[in-house]
């Protein structure tokens, strides 16, 4: 059976601390993707990112750094010197090649206090 | 270039109803997905359509159905409206269907 699990159910941090996310998959296919999304107090999903599962290289992008590690089956998200407009709901999602269904974790939801 | 658009943001029905929600994908976006999202089950997938074909489908049940048109827009229809169906029903469109998605901004059903 393929799942997400996001532990951290809430993460409260000071801004311009460094913050991450974790997501934990599992699924015995060998062909599969990873994203992340987040969905601020707007409510409007927001796509970041997306890995497949043959690209374990690390992505850097601004602030936002993802760590891909198949060994552990994770797929982490950090964010560095955290900011206000990072307080939001962030979703680690997979998808398995195939039959191609999506499935979410549960989110993370991020508050960031000024 | 227009994101998602879903129609109608708000709807109120009761039960035994049926209601149809309506999507209308990025231009050039062939891909078409719908989820239910609750504060209970969090975000759950429901179908997605690809070139007017259904690809695949999550674990509801037969009386959430959906279709895609030739110019890729999609409808989706519960028939029967239970007081669980209340939920925000998003719809997402991608390039491929192996693309990160873009989210429209839902529609808030509440079943009375």
């Known amino acids: 059976a393929q799942k997400v699990t996001q532990a951290q159910t809430e993460i409260s941090v000071v801004e311009k601390e460094d913050v991450t996310l974790d997501c934990v998959y599992e699924?015995?296919?060998?062909?599969?993707?990873l994203f992340w999304y987040k969905q601020p107090p707007s409510g409007e999903l927001v796509f970041l990112i997306r890995?497949?599962?043959?690209?374990?290289q690390n992505e850097i992008s601004g602030r936002y750094s993802w760590n891909f590690q198949k060994s552990t089956s994770s797929f982490n998200f950090t964010i560095t010197a955290s900011q206000v407009v990072d307080s939001a709901v962030y979703f680690c999602a997979l998808r398995i090649s195939g039959t191609y269904k999506y499935i979410f974790g549960t989110g993370t939801r991020l508050k960031v206090l000024a | 270039k227009a994101g998602v658009t879903q129609t109608p943001r708000y709807l109120i029905k009761t039960r035994g109803q049926q209601v149809t929600l309506s999507c209308s994908p990025i231009s050039g976006h062939r891909s078409v997905s719908w989820y239910q999202q609750t504060p209970g089950q969090g975000l759950q997938f429901l179908f997605e359509y690809f070139s007017e074909t259904q690809r695949n489908k999550g674990n509801f049940p037969g009386r959430f159905s959906g279709r895609q048109f030739s110019n890729s827009r999609s409808e989706m229809n519960v028939s029967t409206l239970e007081l669980g169906d209340s939920a925000l029903y998003l719809c997402a469109s991608s390039r491929w269907v192996a693309d990160g998605q873009f989210f429209g901004p839902g529609t808030r059903l509440t079943v009375l």
């Open positions: 890995r497949n599962s043959f690209d374990e």
């Open positions: 699924t015995r296919d060998t062909t599969y993707y």
